[in-house]
């Protein structure tokens, strides 16, 4: 999306908008609010895929009972070092908050903590939880499992989720080691994007239903919808040559941490519907981990030496044509203090959709 073409709007204003629509459907006032920060800080760190462009989803799941606005949620099961949530079908960003801090507790306590929820929904960006651990001078993990868009290696139907996986590392006066992906070639999200722009996708992103490689957006999307075969490739693209095989593991490692490990839904089991099409509750798990740094050894001289580390690859040589290296969240930190100064960056067609839902919702709409 060039500059030319994105509306920026000020982020409190935009903040008050997602809370209102979502107070509208009778969401909690601090659970709203947890979803809105969510959605905001993935359009302040350019990750627009996951950003209030999905705010709609959001609204569309409260009102078919697929998402619940007030959940009953539950402690399953606790240790010192460990609990599992049931997330009562409610909103995935307020239970993540919350599983976060608690895993972020337990590693204050005990060194290391971890929390797995069950029963959930999409949570946004994997990186917001796992940063929630820099500010306790811990090391931070967060993954999810997901809708069935991704086909296994020699597979011709989507079988596993784009399942990302965020780790937070904090350091000193470098910005903190943030890295958040999908374990597929691409995030669904990333293709919805490239449809706002009417543009084709890179070819090696995603297979049709005879499992041929096509750069048919639109295509590619109506076949996920419809779960009418093909899908994304996982990380390293088709087959084995590239690696292929290794974003098949990892995608499927989220699985058994996120799916298996909490009782979740895994696989084609997510996002289930019932006999006559209608969808029911996704059943999506997540999973959250934090490590004390001076468990291991003290912070000032961990975090030194991740300054030292990130120096010695940003001043190594660079390749032919490329005058920079950059350290995984670096373009994020740089795009959100970009964004802090300057405001939210929209696609035309997402600050339109946030127009009609307001209206739908009988919310005041005011961006422009």
């Keep these: 999306m060039s500059e030319g073409t994105k509306i920026r709007v000020e982020s409190e204003a935009l903040r008050g908008f997602c809370v209102r629509a979502l107070r509208r459907m009778d969401v909690p006032e601090e659970d709203a609010r947890i979803t809105a920060d969510v959605l905001i800080s993935a359009d302040m760190r350019g990750t627009s895929s996951h950003g209030v462009a999905r705010?709609?989803?959001?609204?569309?799941?409260?009102?078919?009972?697929?998402?619940?606005?007030?959940?009953?949620?539950?402690?399953?099961?606790?240790?010192?070092?460990?609990?599992?949530?049931?997330?009562?079908?409610?909103?995935?960003?307020?239970?993540?908050?919350?599983?976060m801090e608690a895993a972020i507790e337990k590693a204050e306590a005990y060194g290391s903590g971890f929390a797995t929820v069950r029963n959930s929904n999409h949570f946004g960006i994997a990186g917001y939880y796992a940063m929630m651990a820099l500010d306790h001078d811990c090391i931070g993990l967060s993954m999810t499992n997901a809708s069935v868009l991704v086909v296994p290696t020699f597979g011709g139907d989507a079988m596993l989720g784009t399942n990302p996986i965020s780790v937070a590392a904090p350091a000193g006066q470098e910005w903190p080691f943030v890295l958040d992906m999908a374990t597929s070639t691409v995030p669904r999200g990333k293709l919805e994007v490239y449809q706002r722009l009417e543009k084709p996708i890179p070819l090696g992103w995603a297979?049709?239903?005879?499992?041929?490689?096509?750069?048919?957006?639109?295509?590619?999307?109506?076949?996920?919808?419809?779960?009418?075969?093909?899908?994304?490739?996982?990380?390293?693209?088709?087959?084995?040559?590239?690696?292929?095989?290794?974003?098949?593991?990892?995608?499927?490692?989220?699985?058994?941490?996120?799916?298996?490990?909490?009782?979740?839904?895994?696989?084609?089991?997510?996002?289930?519907?019932?006999?006559?099409?209608?969808?029911?509750?996704?059943?999506?798990?997540?999973?959250?981990?934090?490590?004390?740094?001076?468990?291991?050894?003290?912070?000032?001289?961990?975090?030194?030496?991740?300054?030292?580390?990130?120096?010695?690859?940003?001043?190594?040589?660079?390749?032919?044509?490329?005058?920079?290296?950059?350290?995984?969240?670096?373009?994020?930190?740089?795009?959100?203090?970009?964004?802090?100064?300057?405001?939210?960056?929209?696609?035309?067609?997402?600050?339109?959709?946030?127009?009609?839902?307001?209206?739908?919702?009988?919310?005041?709409?005011?961006?422009?």
């Design 55 to 99: 705010l709609r989803r959001y609204v569309n799941g409260l009102r078919d009972g697929t998402m619940i606005a007030q959940p009953e949620t539950e402690i399953v099961a606790e240790t010192p070092t460990t609990v599992l949530v049931d997330a009562g079908g409610g909103l995935g960003q307020p239970v993540s908050f919350r599983a």
């Design 207 to 368: 297979t049709d239903e005879t499992g041929e490689p096509t750069t048919d957006t639109g295509h590619v999307l109506k076949n996920l919808k419809e779960r009418a075969g093909g899908g994304l490739l996982p990380l390293g693209g088709a087959g084995e040559l590239l690696g292929g095989h290794k974003g098949y593991g990892l995608a499927l490692l989220v699985d058994v941490l996120c799916g298996v490990l909490p009782g979740a839904a895994y696989a084609n089991l997510v996002y289930p519907k019932d006999d006559e099409g209608n969808p029911l509750p996704s059943a999506i798990g997540h999973f959250f981990g934090a490590w004390r740094v001076d468990a291991f050894r003290p912070v000032d001289a961990f975090e030194d030496a991740m300054d030292d580390l990130q120096q010695r690859l940003k001043n190594a040589p660079k390749a032919e044509g490329q005058d920079r290296i950059y350290i995984h969240g670096e373009k994020e930190y740089e795009e959100a203090e970009e964004n802090a100064r300057r405001g939210v960056p929209l696609n035309p067609k997402v600050a339109d959709d946030l127009r009609a839902l307001g209206d739908e919702l009988d919310v005041e709409y005011d961006l422009a």
